[in-house]
């Protein structure tokens, strides 16, 4: 079975700094592109950053110039460094992949969602 697991959310500061990573395991015959989404109680679930398998990234306007989407293939492991971090980041980030089980398969997977918390 294909995972994503997430990892680096918590609390952090206003203009503060958080690296989020997700790393896919198991059956894995290709690893598409890969993104992050957030979801508060205060808004539906967004696209934050997206990836492709080759390394070019976009970015929602709202984290341009203060968030980078990175990847590394060898260890399937996608990344979101969160720069200068605002109260309105605030949400549960959850990492998404374009995953081929098999050459004649694709599926969309989802990691289980961490905490981000910017407050003061």
């Known amino acids: 079975q294909v995972q994503l697991v997430e990892s680096g959310g918590g609390l952090v500061q206003p203009g503060g700094s958080l690296r989020l990573s997700c790393a896919a395991s198991?059956?894995?015959?290709?690893?598409?592109?890969m993104g992050w989404y957030r979801q508060s109680p205060e808004k539906e679930r967004e696209l934050v950053a997206v990836?492709?398998?080759?390394?070019?990234?976009n970015y929602a306007d709202s984290v341009k110039g203060r968030f980078t989407i990175s990847r590394d293939n060898a260890k399937k492991t996608v990344y979101l460094q969160m720069n200068s971090l605002k109260p309105e980041d605030t949400a549960v980030y959850y990492c998404?992949?374009?995953?081929?089980?098999?050459?004649?398969?694709?599926?969309?997977?989802w990691g289980q969602g961490t905490q981000v918390t910017v407050s003061s």
């Open positions: 998404n992949a374009r995953i081929w089980p098999t050459w004649t398969q694709v599926s969309d997977y």
């Open positions: 198991g059956s894995i015959y290709r690893l598409s592109d």
């Open positions: 990836i492709t398998s080759s390394g070019m990234p």
